[in-house]
Each structure stands twice: as structure tokens, then as C-alpha cells.
């Protein structure tokens, strides 16, 4: 007799119900389940794999976005610092130029001013492989902040140079002491009360009586008082050997030894000493020479550093 496996089923009205398997069969229903249940858990581990690995590529998918994104920037940010390194190397060169001396002017020009702009752009960094991006856009930031730093020392240079000028020309006679005409110029001239050819050697600008006179440029006071035929009159004192002098006057405003900065009221227009009107006899002198003052008149920095300095 074949072995076999008997299975009694009972229900609460008391029917029970039985049968019987083969040892055979049961152990391929066995298998057969054992089977369904590892596919069904395979599933669910594959699925599960195949969820997780979804998420991380969708992950990495919006970092790779984001990555491009900031690449796109930096490259744009990049090709906007370089065109404005480009304009800012033009700009030095050109201050640089101004700043200069008149002789190192005329060997500037425009070839001059972009060479510096092609020498720039030359040397730029040119990887375009998409694999060295990163290391291109690096190696392009390394390269503007090297020339950045050139450009900003050259710049603090110019800037001194700029305040040393300024420095400079307050203290450089570079505006009338009052504003009208010249009646008597710089020069020889037959004098107008003494009758003789006499060497004039200053200028005279005519006002009404009262009218303030002004420093021409910073400085002190080395005279103030009476001057013979030159009545009252102020000797102001400047830097570079510079005097001017301001004559005929009918009130003095400053002492001697005192400070006084340029378009300050030192006195008032009159007609002391040999004069023939209400005017000011105005004169610059640089070391005991006599210069032609109608140059020191209308003088601003840029003229003072072609003409003078």
C-alpha cells in the first residue's frame, strides 16, 4: 500500500469533511509553493532595487541640472568679468596716458592703448574640452584675478600720482584773482604816470574800489603791508619757488605768516601807490623771474601738469 497523507476538515454543524494526498503530490504542491513564494519575494526585492536605484538616478538627473545651471553661470559670469577686465586694462593704459608726461603722450595712441588689451586676451585661457570645464572655468578665474591685481596696483599708482597733482596744483597759481580783463599786459610798455619805457611785470585787471581780490593757490603770507609805488600789496608764498603778488590795494585782509588757500579774500581793489585807476597789479614769480601770469589764469590740472611740472 502507497503511503499517502489524509486531511480532515470540520465545520461547526459538526460535517467534517476528508481526503487524502499522495506523498508524491504533496511534495510537488510543496514545491510548487515553495517556488511561487521565492519568485514573489524576488519581485519584491526587485522592485524595491529597482525603486531605490529609480530614485537615485532622478537624484542625480537634478543634481546634474543643477550642476549645468551653475556652470552656465559661472561661464557667463566669467565671460563678463573678462569683458570687463578687457574694458578696465584699456582704462588704465588710457589714465596711465593722462597722468603721463606730454613726450609720453605723443608715443601713446590707440595701437598703444589695445595692446594691452590683445596681450589680455592672448594669453586667456582657451581648454575647451567639456570634460576640463570645471577646471577651465578655474584655471579662467586664476588668470583674471592675476591680471585683476595688476590692474587694481596700477591703479592705486594712478591714484597716488592723481593726489600728488592735486597736492600740486592747490598750490599752483591757476585762477584770476578777480575776474574782469586785462587792461595792461605782461611786457614792455610805456609807463602811464612816469612817461619812460619800463619792463611791466605783472598784469593789470581793473574793478571798482572795494571789490575783493582772491588767492590765486595755497599758501602763506610772506608779505603784507605797504610797497612803495606798489601801495598796499600781499606777497603770497607757494611751493615750486612760486610767488604772486597782489598790488595798488586798498585794504589788506591777511597777516603776514598766516595760511591762506586758494580763491580766499586777501583785499580789496583800490588805486594806492603810483596807479591811475582801480585795479589790481597782479604778477607770478618763480624764483626771482618774473613770468607771463595770463598762463596762470585759466589753469586746470591736466594743463598744469603739461606746461609745468
Given at each position: ?129 567639456d570634460v576640463f570645464i570645471m577646471h577651465k572655468i578655474s584655471s579662467e578665474l586664476d588668470y583674471l584675478k592675476k591680471n585683476l591685481l ?160
Amino acid at each position: 500500500m502507497k503511503p499517502s497523507l489524509s486531511f480532515i476538515i470540520t465545520r461547526p454543524n459538526g460535517r467534517a469533511f476528508r481526503f487524502k494526498l499522495s506523498v508524491f503530490l504533496a511534495k510537488i504542491i510543496f514545491g510548487v509553493s515553495l517556488f511561487l513564494v521565492a519568485v514573489l519575494m524576488t519581485s519584491v526585492v526587485a522592485n524595491v532595487k529597482l525603486m531605490t536605484h529609480y530614485h537615485q538616478t532622478k537624484h542625480v538627473a537634478h543634481e546634474q541640472e543643477v550642476q549645468a545651471d551653475v556652470i552656465r553661470i559661472l561661464k557667463q559670469e566669467v565671460e563678463s568679468l573678462r569683458q570687463l577686465m578687457e574694458d578696465l586694462i584699456k582704462k588704465e593704459e588710457a589714465i596711465r596716458q593722462d597722468l603721463g608726461k606730454p613726450k609720453y603722450r605723443r608715443l601713446s595712441n590707440r595701437r598703444k592703448i589695445n595692446r594691452k588689451a590683445k596681450r589680455f586676451v592672448k594669453n586667456y585661457p582657451k581648454d575647451k574640452q567639456d570634460v576640463f570645464i570645471m577646471h577651465k572655468i578655474s584655471s579662467e578665474l586664476d588668470y583674471l584675478k592675476k591680471n585683476l591685481l595688476v590692474v587694481e596696483k596700477n591703479m592705486r599708482r594712478h591714484v597716488d600720482v592723481f593726489d600728488q597733482y592735486l597736492a600740486w596744483f592747490d598750490e599752483t597759481p591757476s585762477i584770476w584773482p578777480i575776474y574782469g580783463y586785462v587792461r595792461s599786459g605782461y611786457g614792455w610798455r610805456t609807463h602811464p604816470l612816469k612817461r619812460s619805457k619800463q619792463f611791466h611785470k605783472g598784469i593789470d585787471i581793473p574793478a571798482w574800489i572795494g571789490a575783493p581780490v582772491q588767492a590765486t593757490a595755497d599758501g602763506f603770507v610772506e608779505f603784507s603791508g605797504w610797497g612803495g609805488g606798489y601801495g598796499w600789496i600781499v606777497v603770497l608764498s607757494h611751493k615750486f619757488g612760486y610767488k604772486t603778488i597782489y598790488a595798488h590795494l586798498s585794504e589788506i585782509e591777511v597777516n603776514t605768516g598766516r595760511k591762506v588757500f586758494k580763491g580766499q579774500i586777501i583785499g580789496k581793489i583800490g588805486t594806492s601807490g603810483l596807479s591811475t585807476g582801480p585795479h589790481v597789479h597782479y604778477e607770478v614769480r618763480q624764483r626771482r623771474k618774473a613770468l607771463e601770469p595770463s598762463m596762470y589764469l585759466d589753469l586746470d590740472l591736466f594743463t598744469a601738469v603739461s606746461k609745468l611740472w
